[in-house]
């Protein structure tokens, strides 16, 4: 799965959700990046940012493992 595939999916999120080494460093990074990002009760970019990576980490496993590719058009379009 390429990084292009994968940008893709972040950058159609509306809150700018755009991962990289200070954000992501651990787990615990990216939530705490994710929960202080955007302090009003909506919380949709919390199911955004761990709806996401499932998304991805499963299109790899399938890619990996069942040599299916699959439509990065659609994904985006589930995720957002």
Request: aromatic content about 12%; hydrophobic content about 45%; overall charge positive.
């Amino acid at each position: 799965i390429s990084s292009l595939n994968t940008s893709r999916v972040w950058f159609t999120s509306p809150w700018n959700l755009h991962p990289c080494l200070d954000t992501t460093s651990n787990l615990v990074a990216w939530f705490s990046f994710i929960w202080n990002l955007n302090p009003s009760r909506d919380l949709g970019h919390l199911i955004y940012a761990s709806v996401a990576p499932d998304l991805i980490w499963t299109a790899r496993n399938k890619l990996v493992h069942h040599n299916s590719l699959l439509d990065f058009n659609l994904l985006t379009r589930i995720v957002a």
